[in-house]
Nanobody
Framework: QVQLVESGGGLVQAGGSLRLSCTASTLSFSVYVMGWFRQAPGKEREFVAAINWSGGRTYYADSVKGRFTISRNNAKNTVYLQMNSLKPEDTAVYYC?????????????????WGQGTQVTVSS
């Protein structure tokens, strides 16, 4: 069983930045594809970003491309989501997820483990 713990959420004004972190309780962190998803009130969970095991491949939703950056530090069992130029529509609970397969996927059902989520609120 892998436990994922997110941190770094909060309240920020539009145009501001936040960095989310997600730390995994596993010694095998480096084999996992890691992803970030978000869910706004009344909406379905949606893909935000994903990164392969080495950090060499990253994928983004069109809505965050150019503003968000996903990265990972396998020595620290941590994946990050740097969020810049935040907009009110970025307001959501952000979840990190781990996937044991080797191919990066944007489909939430493919991920094996999930964190509890961290709230991000962007005020206008």
């Amino acid at each position: 069983q892998v436990q994922l713990v997110e941190s770094g959420g909060g309240l920020v004004q539009a145009g501001g930045s936040l960095r989310l972190s997600c730390t995994a309780s596993t010694l095998s962190f480096s084999v996992y594809v890691m992803g970030w998803f978000r869910q706004a009130p009344g909406k379905e969970r949606e893909f935000v970003a994903a990164i392969n095991w080495s950090g060499g491949r990253t994928y983004y939703a069109d809505s965050v491309k150019g503003r968000f950056t996903i990265s990972r530090n396998n020595a620290k069992n941590t994946v990050y989501l740097q969020m810049n130029s935040l907009k009110p529509e970025d307001t959501a609970v952000y979840y990190c997820a781990a996937d044991l397969t080797t191919a990066v996927t944007t489909t939430s059902s493919q991920y094996d483990y999930w964190g509890q989520g961290t709230q991000v609120t962007v005020s206008s």
